[in-house]
Structure formats: structure tokens, C-alpha cells
């Protein structure tokens, strides 16, 4: 079984754009619990043009008491980035290769030349008892350095596969992420993957053995505006579960 990751940075990007608490992201997170969902991711970017700092600690407080469900921050590793995160104490956080102003993540992390900085904040997050997750992309020579590092886990960068899906680029690409999860759990690294899966193209990436989590928030809400999110969160339980 997967765990979905409800990733509301959408959300919280059409409340600010009214300048009011509406929607209202406790409300929707709480709503999402209710319909099943295990997981709630957050990216909270220094420009706080959707989740905010503030947002992170009101959901760490709502979080912390919910058996099962499981806290995701994402983000650089900023000074003030860590600062927020161990005083949240989520379950896990996502390392992300982001600069300040970029509009979402698009690369993996080079390990190698980042090691100093991923090395030590994974050593103060595990310190803080939080899981450690690296973004990567979907390669085995990227993975091979997370090792040394004591991550806990990978989380697959899959917008390749979600742009080959339904192209005759399908199956190889599918294999590429293959080989790089079958690599990650030799290791004993433990796998999440996220960006730019949906609905349609989620089946076939889980066939993938041994996907711990996926993180999807973009695309779960434009086919909750399309559907209604019940339906929506109804179907991505079902394959999540399969």
C-alpha cells in the first residue's frame, strides 16, 4: 500500500489571492482526513505566496494528535527553513533543491556536490526524530550518494514520466524509474515519489514495487474543480490501496 500525500500549496494559493482566510486550509486538511486521506504535504517558499510559515505551525498543532496521518514539509534547507521545521516536528521532511524565487521544483538534487549541506541538515532532522527524504532524479548514479548520507528516503522526481505517459517514450521511461527504485531499496532507502502525477498516469507508475508515498496536490486539485474533490480523493484511494 501507498500513502497519499495531499500536497495543499494550491489551496493556500487561492486563499491568498482574496487576502481572507478563505478557503480555509485547517478546514479543507481536516475534510481530506476525513475522506481517508494519510498524508498532508506542505512547500512553504520564502515568499509565502501560498503556505506560510504560519500555516505550517496552526497544521503542526492540528496534526500532531491525528493517529496514522503523517506531516510532510518540503523546502531548501535554509537557516530558517530547519529553524521552522524542527519546531513543527513533522514526520518527515522533503529536501528540495529550490532557489528562492523558483515558480516549482524541476531537479533533483546533485548529492555529491551538495553533500555538506544535505549531510548536516539530515543529521539535525534526525536529531529533531524526523524522517529525512531527498528530492532525486530518477537515476541510479544520483541515488548512490544518499547512502553515505543516512537519508531515510528518496522521493522519485517524476515529471519525466508524467510528459512520456502515453507516448511511445512510456516504457522505457517507466523502466528508468524502475531501475532507480530497485537501486534506491537495495540500498535501504526507503522510496516516495511526486510531481505531476494524476489519476491517469498513477496506475502504471505504481506498478513500480515498494512506493511508499506519493505527494500530488496540483493536479488533484484541478480534477477536484473538474469532479468534486470527494470522487477525486475516492479514486486515488483506490489505487493507492491496490
Keep these: ?3 497519499l ?3 495543499i500549496n494550491k489551496i493556500a494559493l487561492l486563499r491568498n489571492s482574496r487576502g481572507r482566510n478563505f478557503p480555509d486550509l485547517t478546514e479543507f486538511v481536516l475534510r481530506l482526513l476525513e475522506m481517508g486521506v494519510k498524508g498532508i ?7 509565502e505566496r501560498h503556505v506560510t510559515r504560519n500555516d505550517v505551525r496552526v497544521l503542526s498543532e492540528l496534526l500532531r494528535d491525528k ?3 503523517e506531516f510532510n514539509i518540503e523546502g531548501y534547507p535554509s537557516k530558517e527553513f530547519l529553524e521552522l521545521v524542527i519546531a513543527a516536528v513533522p514526520d518527515q521532511c522533503t529536501l528540495v533543491p529550490d532557489a528562492p524565487d523558483q515558480l516549482t521544483s524541476d531537479h533533483g538534487w546533485d548529492v555529491t556536490t551538495h553533500e555538506k549541506l544535505l549531510g548536516s541538515t539530515v543529521e539535525k532532522l534526525h536529531n529533531a526524530g524526523i524522517r529525512s527524504s531527498l528530492f532525486i532524479n530518477p537515476d541510479p548514479y544520483a541515488i548512490d550518494p544518499v547512502k553515505p548520507l543516512g537519508a531515510n528516503r528518496v522521493e522519485l522526481y517524476t515529471e519525466a514520466y508524467a510528459n512520456a505517459f502515453g507516448t511511445p517514450l512510456e516504457e522505457s521511461t517507466w523502466q528508468r524509474y524502475r531501475d532507480a527504485a530497485v537501486h534506491a531499496t537495495s540500498l535501504g532507502i526507503g522510496l516516495n515519489a511526486g510531481h505531476d502525477l494524476d489519476l491517469r498516469n498513477l496506475p502504471r507508475f505504481l506498478q513500480i514495487p515498494g512506493i511508499l508515498e506519493v505527494s500530488i496536490g496540483h493536479a488533484l486539485v484541478v480534477e477536484s474543480l473538474q469532479h468534486g474533490m470527494p470522487a477525486v480523493i475516492e ?3 483506490a489505487i493507492t490501496s491496490a
Excluded at 504535504?41 to 515568499?47: F, G, K, W
Design 1 to 3: 500500500m501507498t500513502v
Design 5 to 7: 500525500s495531499v500536497n
Design 67 to 69: 493517529q496514522g496521518v
Design 41 to 47: 504535504t506542505v512547500h512553504p517558499r520564502p515568499d
Design 235 to 237: 479514486k486515488y484511494l
